[in-house]
């Protein structure tokens, strides 16, 4: 059983730049798609970015097109740990963001395909 939590997310300013932590327990990373999806009031949730970590530590790194350049997602192993780094937020980045594992590499950007969820931290970017 993987649970994930995540943490650091806050109310900043339009312009600010926020880490958020997704910590893993139960296995290891290796051989999982680690991703952040972002739900904003009465919208759907959404694919955020994603890491396809193969068993040699490499690994594979997706964006959202609209994110590409603001956001970026990083991992620890040593911490069992993805981050994602959100820089120049905008309002519209509002959302509960999501930390989420799947035990495959493939299909990164598909909701469905993931079996473990946090509880997700808010984000909240005033204007």
């Known amino acids: 059983q993987v649970q994930l939590v995540e943490s650091g997310g806050g109310l900043v300013q339009a312009g600010a730049s926020l880490r958020l932590s997704c910590a893993a327990s139960?296995?290891?990373?290796?051989?999982?798609?680690m991703g952040w999806f972002r739900q904003a009031p009465g919208k759907e949730r959404e694919f955020v970015s994603a890491?396809?970590?193969?068993?040699?530590?490499?690994?594979?790194?997706y964006y959202a097109d609209s994110l590409k350049g603001r956001f970026t997602i990083s991992t620890d192993s040593r911490k069992n740990t993805v981050y994602l780094q959100m820089n120049s937020l905008k309002p519209e980045d509002t959302a509960v963001y999501y930390c989420?594992?799947?035990?495959?590499?493939?299909?990164?950007?598909?909701?469905?395909?993931?079996?473990?969820w946090g509880q997700g931290t808010q984000v909240t970017v005033s204007s």
């Open positions: 139960g296995r290891t990373f290796s051989g999982y798609t």
């Open positions: 890491v396809a970590i193969r068993w040699n530590g490499g690994g594979n790194t």
């Open positions: 989420a594992a799947r035990s495959a590499l493939t299909r990164p950007t598909m909701m469905s395909g993931y079996e473990y």
